[in-house]
């Protein structure tokens, strides 16, 4: 089997076993960005009662979170972890977004993908995970999410080295599988899944959906 069908068979496996994950969890598109910022380093849980905060405050937009002193925004994204680290990263976020952009995520996401990118990559405290999680996501835009989960899962499924490079396992799910957003949505959303119920440090694979194709010892 090549390896697009491989990777269309693993795709296909994960969604069997988890069904469709309908993401990004997320009411408006500056939401998604915002939880694209809080996720890093922490589960997801975590945002979702450092989003809630903000939500109970009605504070998700960004005329109003800008408007926010860093000292409450910290305060009320405490659960997501690293908060005042986290803070700081979403003003730089806003101040991009607000100043620069007159708060419209259309005109951040305006203009050829690669340029809209490198942009966000502009932005301190937004590395390649958060803004291709912004693009894909939010601006729908066709790019793939790669995590540690993605890193991890097709090491062990013996794809790539332990330490392959964002830039380079991206580019091998984009050079096999279709162009197509709704497909890079599910599969980094399934991914996750695997990794967090199967394909953890120390894996599961009793129940592994991928436990026949997987060669990693103990699978
Ligand atoms: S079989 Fe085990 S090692 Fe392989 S992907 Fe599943 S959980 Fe990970």
Redesign the pocket.
């Known amino acids: 089997m090549n390896t697009p069908r491989k990777l269309k068979k693993i795709h296909d496996l994960l969604l069997k076993h988890f069904g469709p994950q309908n993401w990004w969890p997320g009411d408006t598109n500056f939401e998604i960005c915002v939880g694209a910022i809080l996720t890093q380093n922490t589960n997801w849980q975590n945002v979702e009662k450092a989003i809630g905060n903000l939500k109970a405050q009605k504070l998700l937009t960004p005329k109003a979170l800008y408007n926010l002193p860093e000292k409450e925004l910290a305060r009320l994204i405490k659960p997501s972890g690293y908060f005042n680290i986290k803070a700081k990263r979403l003003r730089h976020f806003l101040e991009f977004l607000v100043v620069s952009h007159k708060g419209s995520l259309k005109k951040v996401f305006f203009g050829e993908m690669d340029q809209v990118r490198d942009k966000l990559l502009d932005v301190n405290g937004i590395g390649p995970e958060t803004a291709d999680s912004m693009l894909l996501y939010a601006a729908g835009l066709r790019i793939f999410v790669i995590d540690a989960y993605t890193k991890?899962?097709f090491h062990?499924?013996g794809y790539c080295e332990k330490e392959v490079s964002y830039h380079d396992l991206q580019h091998f799910f984009m050079e096999h599988l279709p162009s197509n957003t709704e497909l890079y949505n599910e599969y980094h959303a399934l991914l996750v899944m695997?990794?967090k119920y199967?394909?953890?440090p120390k894996?599961?694979?009793e129940e592994?959906?991928?436990?026949k194709?997987?060669?990693?010892p103990?699978?």
């Open positions: 991890r899962i062990r499924l695997l990794g199967h394909c953890k894996p599961f694979c592994c959906p991928l436990k194709i997987c060669g990693f103990g699978s």
